[in-house]
């Protein structure tokens, strides 16, 4: 099956400075990725659609300046959570389209102090 | 919006014990319907999906899932369950495209 990969797969940043997450997908083309956000025994929520060549679209209550998306090419979706709080502490998890089947990244467990 | 409902939250059985985690989709239209595992420390995988046809779906590792409109259902079954069963389950849907919507899971253990 194809494969999405993330990276860094877990990170430890101070609070106020900006983490950058990376989705790509290693052997398909993905005009279109997602990026979702698990807390603690919950389920995992849409944040956002990432477009290549064009702007994310936002859920509803996900700041976009705070979460910013970028996919610059068909295999590379970037999220980046400028000014990081304890409160962004979370797992981000990304996926990406082939084949009628979404596959997903390894996730990316993100600790704010 | 659409969302998903899931039962059970946490399931602990006994290997060979049958297992059914129930779950539940709220959206009335055409809807696409996914069952994914998580096993410790790995991605999520996909174990079976519905779209439309028979509304028994089989998937990997001797799962299936039957969509049953009249009760908005999609659970999930296996008849025999094994200590590598060991799990984190979700029920996700999805109407367009495939951004999907989650259930919260259910944490499946399986003793020996």
């Known amino acids: 099956g194809a494969v999405v990969s993330q990276h860094p797969s877990w990170v430890i940043c101070k609070s106020g400075t900006s983490v950058k997450i990376e989705c790509r997908s290693l052997?398909?083309?993905?005009?279109?990725m997602f990026w979702y956000r698990q807390f603690p025994k919950q389920s995992l929520m849409l944040m956002a659609t990432?477009?290549?060549?064009?702007?994310?679209?936002?859920e509803q209550g996900v700041e976009k300046d705070k979460f910013l998306i970028n996919h610059a090419s068909l295999t590379l979706s970037t999220l980046t959570v400028t000014s990081a709080h304890p409160e962004d502490s979370s797992f981000y998890i990304c996926?990406?389209?082939?084949?009628?089947?979404?596959?997903f990244g390894q996730g990316t467990r993100l600790t704010v102090v | 919006a659409q969302s998903v409902s899931q039962h059970n939250h946490h399931v602990i059985l006994s290997e060979a014990a049958s297992l059914e985690l129930g779950c539940n989709y709220s959206?009335?239209?055409?809807?696409?319907l996914f069952w994914y595992v998580q096993y410790p420390g790995q991605h999520l995988q996909l174990l079976l999906k519905y779209f439309s046809g028979d509304p028994l779906v089989k998937g990997i590792k001797g799962f299936e899932a039957e969509f049953i409109k009249s009760k908005f259902s999609f659970n999930l079954r296996k008849p025999s369950v094994q200590w590598s069963d060991t799990a984190e389950y979700f029920c996700?849907?999805?109407?367009?495209?495939?951004?999907?919507?989650f259930g919260k899971g259910t944490s499946l253990l399986v003793t020996p």
């Open positions: 990432s477009n290549e060549g064009s702007k994310a679209t936002y």
């Open positions: 959206y009335g239209g055409t809807v696409n």
């Open positions: 052997d398909f083309q993905a005009t279109t």
């Open positions: 996700a849907s999805a109407n367009s495209g495939y951004a999907l919507n």
């Open positions: 996926s990406a389209s082939y084949s009628a089947e979404a596959f």
